[in-house]
């Protein structure tokens, strides 16, 4: 049966005039006096009268079907314009932190496999700068952070990913640029022009960056690796690192020595220790099984050849 013709119809009986239906319905009035032609040819009976219009005995019968069969058509059509218009959640982003070149290799390594396990969540990758060492955390920036050394606050949980050699990056012309080689020691180091590093920035990081020796630098202030390779190149400040940061960055210019007698240093994946969302344990999960291969590797590598 269908549809439009018992619309025409219900509109009719309901209005008592086939003018009036015809404007309700926006159609012209011989349009619908053919759809309850059809509907009586099809049914075999009168359903109308038409002087006065009124519904006959079985167009009174059929009304109450019409109303019953419209009502059910017209829920139909919303719930299924409800079903179209409604889209699922948009599943929230891991988002990942990276302090410099976070853990060397490790870190592409552990953002791809993510990727390949959990495929379905989008992963929006955020370089840090050093005052965000414990804040892109804790202020809810980022998931995951990939920094060093281990943040000293109670609020974030941090792992072990590589344990490396500390170096430092001075300029060509440097007195200690000949030491490359052979490498140098804390005694000569630790009168070097450093970068400077805003007042905020954690205490536990400014003592990494001048191996616990912060008797007041003179260098430029710096908060990303590519301002420390600026100053260096430009015969400004010093730097210091991991080992593998002379992999990610070999500037011309730029000269990265050994510091043998300092203490190893590790890179950390650190995350809120709160934080229950099954996709962050998911990709510290596979961080630390990746650091468990990568991470002796990482270590032992050259410092300016990649590690495969």
């Known amino acids: 049966m269908d549809l439009r013709l018992l619309s025409s119809f219900l509109a009719v009986v309901e209005e008592g005039h086939f003018g009036r239906a015809a404007a309700r319905l926006f159609l012209s009035p011989p349009a619908v006096t053919q759809h309850i032609r059809r509907l009586e040819s099809e049914l075999g009976t009168r359903l109308l009268y038409r002087s006065p219009v009124s519904p006959t005995p079985a167009g009174e019968r059929l009304a109450g079907h019409a109303r019953t069969l419209l009502a059910a058509a017209n829920a139909a059509l919303d719930d299924m314009a409800a079903a179209v218009e409604a889209r699922?959640?948009?599943v929230r982003p891991l988002r990942v932190g990276i302090m410099g070149h976070g853990s060397a290799e490790l870190t592409p390594a552990a953002i791809n496999?993510?990727?390949?396990?959990?495929?379905?969540?989008?992963?929006e990758v955020r370089q840090l700068d050093y005052t965000e060492h414990v804040s892109a955390l804790t202020g809810d920036r980022v998931d995951v952070a990939f920094v060093r050394p281990a943040p000293d606050d109670e609020r974030i949980t941090a792992d072990?990913?590589?344990?490396?050699?500390?170096?430092?990056?001075?300029?060509?012309?440097?007195?200690?640029a000949d030491a490359r080689d052979r490498g140098?020691?804390?005694?000569?180091?630790?009168?070097?022009?450093y970068f400077r590093v805003p007042p905020?920035?954690?205490?536990?990081?400014?003592?990494?960056?001048y191996f616990g020796a912060d008797s007041g630098r003179r260098g430029p202030c710096a908060l990303t690796p590519q301002e420390v390779l600026t100053g260096v190149v430009t015969g400004r400040a010093a730097g210091s690192g991991l080992k593998s940061f002379a992999r990610y960055y070999a500037w011309?210019?730029?000269?990265f020595v050994p510091v043998l007698d300092a203490p190893w240093e590790s890179s950390y994946l650190a995350v809120r220790a709160a934080d229950r969302d099954p996709e962050v344990r998911i990709f510290r999960?596979?961080?630390?099984?990746l650091a468990r291969e990568l991470g002796p590797r990482i270590a032992d590598g050259p410092l300016g050849q990649a590690i495969r």
């Open 252 to 255: 011309p210019g730029a000269v």
């Open 285 to 289: 999960a596979l961080a630390l099984a």
């Open 200 to 209: 905020h920035t954690p205490r536990v990081f400014t003592d990494y960056l």
């Open 184 to 193: 140098a020691y804390l005694a000569d180091v630790t009168g070097l022009p």
């Open 160 to 176: 072990v990913l590589t344990t490396e050699q500390r170096i430092v990056v001075v300029p060509q012309g440097s007195p200690l």
């Open 113 to 123: 496999a993510y990727r390949r396990a959990r495929p379905e969540v989008p992963v």
């Open 88 to 90: 699922p959640a948009p």
